[in-house]
């Protein structure tokens, strides 16, 4: 039987766990506190940031939303990035991406304090995750390897091929898969868009994570018995449903499940550790920055 991966289960005892250090945080009349910024109007990045700020009261931490107009010039953001540094009620923030043409997002990032970085993607924070020594997880690699955790898949001394190289996902992930620590010590191979055969190095991997962006680019065929699979993408292909589209994920469930030990579904299954992730980052920078221990 393929264990289907469950990731709004995980993350609900994730949330769970993360109330409980909010109360401790309370008792020392500390909230934490998360702002998201977006610029412009685009709808999927207000969908998200209305997610995360709505994550954020559920659980009882304080949600600050700023918006600037499409049109801003870098000057109002980097202000608005200033303000947010000083805001000692603001533990964690960030910059919902894309961002309009007008800005570099590069420079966005390089502004924010590294230690309300909730994303974990300053380049201080980036290296201190290569080093070994994380302020904070990126938060879908961090969902990850809660996922194999919760799956009971250990990755130590497993084949992990992660097709997709990105700076959010991809990179950070097969850092966190080789760290000498508990969830790590796999060996790993990253593949990308000049990966030549593919389906060579899924197949020889006892974990594939896809993080592509690619519909169903990873099918059954591409993996051996009993591989666990985590589809890390999200994409809209067109469907006979009422909103016209469908969620599907970078890898042909059906196909994959017939071969996979366990998997994540698209959706339900990394999305929503996404967010939790995010939580768990925001309270550990309050907890860093107040001084007040948590278990986290
Ligand atoms: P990017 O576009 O930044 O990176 C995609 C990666 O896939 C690149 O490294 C690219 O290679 C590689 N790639 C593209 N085509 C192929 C191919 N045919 N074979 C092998 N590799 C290929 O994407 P992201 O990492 O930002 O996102 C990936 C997916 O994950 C998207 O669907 C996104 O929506 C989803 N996502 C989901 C999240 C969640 O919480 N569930 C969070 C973040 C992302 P190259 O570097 O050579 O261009």
Redesign the pocket.
């Known amino acids: 039987m393929t264990n289907v991966i469950d990731g709004n289960a995980v993350a609900d005892g994730i949330r769970a766990d993360l109330e409980d250090c909010v109360d401790t945080l309370g008792d020392a009349g500390v909230t934490p506190g998360l702002a998201t910024v977006l610029v412009g109007d685009d709808p999927a990045s207000e969908t998200y940031v209305s997610m995360k700020q709505r994550d954020c009261e559920e659980i009882g931490m304080n949600g600050i939303h700023v918006e600037l107009d499409g049109d801003a010039a870098p000057d109002e953001l980097y202000d608005t990035i200033a303000d947010l540094n000083d805001d000692s009620s603001v533990h964690g923030y960030l910059v919902q991406d894309p961002v309009p043409d007008q800005i570099d997002y590069r420079e966005v990032i390089r502004r924010i304090s590294p230690a309300k970085d909730v994303d974990g993607f300053h380049p201080e924070n980036v290296g201190r995750l290569v080093a070994g020594d994380a302020r904070f997880k990126p938060?879908?690699p961090h969902?990850v390897q809660k996922l194999l955790d919760a799956a009971d898949v250990d990755p130590e001394g497993k084949d992990v091929t992660i097709?997709?190289?990105?700076?959010?996902?991809?990179k950070p992930l097969a850092n966190l898969l080789v760290q000498k620590t508990d969830g790590g010590n796999a060996t790993v191979t990253v593949?990308?868009?000049?990966?030549e055969d593919?389906a060579d190095k899924t197949r020889r991997a006892d974990i594939v994570v896809?993080?592509?962006?690619?519909p169903e680019?990873v099918d059954g065929s591409m993996l051996s018995d009993d591989t666990t699979v985590i589809d890390?993408?999200?994409?809209r292909v067109d469907a006979d449903t009422e909103k016209g589209y469908e969620l599907v994920?970078?890898v042909e469930f059906d196909s994959a499940k017939e071969k996979a030990s366990a998997i994540t579904p698209?959706p339900g299954?990394?999305?929503p550790?996404?967010?939790a992730m995010l939580l768990y980052n925001t309270v550990k920078a309050a907890s860093q920055q107040e001084d007040v221990d948590v278990s986290l």
């Open positions: 938060c879908t969902g097709v997709g190289r990105s700076r959010i996902v991809g593949c990308h868009s000049r990966t593919l896809a993080a592509v962006g690619a680019l890390v993408g999200v994409n994920g970078d698209v299954g990394v999305g550790m996404t967010r």
